[in-house]
């Protein structure tokens, strides 16, 4: 067979991303804030991109000249879910469907207006156009001091109080005491027996293992404090040096255990804070705005993309006009063409992006109406691909749509992420619950036990049985501690020390 050159004209489909499609999925990612700083910088670049009103006389543009814009909008979820942005604005739990207005939150509402500090717009601006100051909205957070000195008024008190004052004022964020006890106690001119029994009682205090001096005075406290600090361990705790070169084999002579037993041990102190006063405090309190607004009216849940963080950007086309009347040369014009494009394609996709936002809020708040109503004990089991699914887009749209930003309601407010949950199994059969539901009920138990019954966790796994909550105790110890909840053995100690103050 002889072989030669030939042509040969082949159709196939592929999916290209445009620079176009690129940037309306970047839009969809950023929050209001980032989103603030992306315009900022187009603006600057694009002479034809302006911020605010501008007055349009008669620099018009023609139909030829938007018409690949407009077209370059359709075939990817993304950017599709065109339609009029009234319908896709206000949830109607009644069933009508009324026009959006931009002042749909600016009717009186104590409960939102106390929470966002609203007034006038929902846009978050007030009446003199002036948006809400965020900061006042802050909480000083407690300090590792404080929440150490109230542990120690409790139990101590006089002289002894004293001491325990210098010393924790000595304490760094991490827990741990820098100061030399000799020193301290020569400053104080008290014995230094003393300050080693003060000290022992600072070293009681929570968060376990606060008021060492080192590390391994660090771990040992907290092995104490979880009744595991036998002979072998403390031989362990006495040589990290040798576990962090990796010297098990002598570790396991020196101890006297066997494989097993060492890699328990190991995993043990795995599990201990190295940094215990970082629980406490030690960062700075961050505002969140939020991206969202989501208030009820008349039995209608009202959603609205918070417009007071973003500028309004419009297309100068006066100023347009007028570089078009003065380029001569093709190059010019294509260059002025290139920047109207842009800019047109940068208003469309900001505009799209608020109608997407919008769209997965609202079917967010039509499926989580229960949380909406009644609170975090009615939060359902909900995924992405469920919301995907109600409003035709794609599962990475909706996850993109969700990143970095949050919704505020009369509840407080939440990172849109916080609705999607797994689900716990009911022991009815009946629906299942979220997992942030089961993390409620576990709270309120704990939150209402008896100081002198502690509710272990196997009483916990049987108390949520009774309450339809088919769940493991291993589950259940990870949402107490993911809730930041003690064991019943530090419960305990805390309850008494509470009562102890009162």
Sequence with gaps: MALGPRLDLRQSQSLVMTPQLQQAIKLLTLSNLELETYISDEVEKNPLLDTGEISTESGEVNDS????????????????????????????????????????????????????????????ASAVGEAPDFENMLVAEITLTDYLMDQAGAILSGMDLFVAQHIIDQIDECGYLQADLLELAQRLNVGLVDIERILGVVQTLDPVGVGARDLAECLSLQARDADRYDPAMERLIDNLDLLAKGALPQLKRMCGVDDEDLMDMISEL?????????????????????DVFVAERANRWIIEVNSATLPKVLVNRSYYSELKDGAQDKESKDWLNECLADANWLVKALDQRQRTIVKVATEIVKQQEEFFRKGVAHLRPLTLKNVAEQ??????????????????CSRGTFELKYFFTSGIQSSTGGEAASAEAVKSHIKSLIDNEDPKKILSDDKLVALLKERGFDIARRTVAKYREALGLGSSVQRRRQKALEGKAA
Excluded: W
């Excluded at 075939?75 to 942005?85: H, K, Q, V």
């Design 391 to 408: 409003i035709e887009m794609h599962e990475s749209t909706v996850s993109r749509v969700t990143s970095n930003k949050y919704l505020s």
């Design 270 to 290: 795995r599990n201990y804070d190295p940094k215990p006063g970082c629980k406490i405090g030690g960062g700075e309190v961050q505002a969140v705005v939020p």
């Design 65 to 124: 000249e938007e018409g690949p814009i407009e077209a370059a909008t359709q075939g990817s979820d993304e950017i599709l879910s065109s339609g009029p942005a009234e319908s896709e604005t206000a949830l109607d739990m009644q069933g009508d469907s009324d026009s959006f207005s931009n002042n749909s939150l600016s009717e009186s509402d104590g409960a939102l207006d106390g929470q966002l500090g609203l007034n006038g717009s929902s846009s978050g």
